[in-house]
């Protein structure tokens, strides 16, 4: 079955440390994204890849870094320069935008990292 | 900036009845805008989009736009207790992904 694959699904840091959340589709579609969610909060987006070897910074970039070296993969650190990265982690991903600005998000399960 | 602005909420409503879920969003250059549902714990999964002005129906749910008015709301007809969910509004105004709005907590009482 076709789909975005989040992992982990739980992730604990310790202040300071950096950490990687992977991020793989099988869609074989061109965008990315990734998203934050905070409890009672909407999604605030924090990176998106349109293609391959390119990316852009969203809303709440800083702090995070992301690559996208394959079409299948987007993943996103998230640094120890970022002040509160306790959240719920989206990854998503869509065809190539058209005229109608249309295109659908389809979204993973989710990476829920905590930072103790 | 653009922002999208939903009542949190929640929003009550009996078994059978209608829910009515409303958003405004202020770019008007927006082009087009999505309901997604939101389990507890879980991630948005879609329900609809539009990006022509009028109703678009898919089985008991119903979108509607109106451009002029910078308005999309959502219409949940038979309400079930599986609808209880937040619902997000997303729209779409360029190449950047989706902005979403924080999302009502709908609860349907049996």
């Known amino acids: 079955d076709g789909g975005i694959t989040q992992s982990p699904k739980y992730l604990f840091r310790k202040e300071g440390q950096n950490v990687t959340l992977s991020c793989e589709q099988n869609?074989?579609?061109?965008?990315m994204y990734w998203y934050r969610q905070d409890p009672g909060q909407g999604l605030r987006l924090i990176y998106y890849?349109?293609?391959?070897?390119?990316?852009q910074k969203g809303d709440i970039a800083e702090g995070y870094s992301v690559s996208r070296e394959k079409k299948e993969s987007f993943p996103l650190t998230v640094t120890s320069a970022q002040k509160n990265p306790t959240a719920f982690y989206l990854c998503?991903?869509?065809?190539?935008?058209?005229?109608?600005?249309?295109?659908?998000?389809?979204f993973g399960a989710g990476s829920r990292l905590t930072v103790l | 900036q653009k922002e999208v602005e939903q009542n949190s909420g929640p929003l009550s409503v009996p078994e059978g009845a209608i829910a009515s879920l409303n958003c405004t969003y202020s770019d008007r250059g927006s082009q087009s805008f999505f309901w997604y549902r939101q389990y507890s714990g879980k991630s948005p999964e879609l329900i609809m989009f539009i990006y022509s002005n009028g109703d678009k129906e898919d089985g008991r749910f119903t979108a509607q736009l109106n451009k002029a008015s910078q308005y999309v709301s959502l219409l949940i007809r038979d309400s079930q207790p599986s609808d209880s969910a937040t619902y997000l509004c997303a729209v779409r105004g360029g190449a950047d992904g989706l902005t979403f709005g924080k999302g009502t907590h709908l609860i349907i009482q049996p």
């Open positions: 890849s349109q293609i391959v070897n390119d990316f």
């Open positions: 869609l074989n579609h061109d965008a």
């Open positions: 998503a991903s869509s065809r190539r935008i058209d005229s109608t600005g249309a295109n659908v998000l389809t």
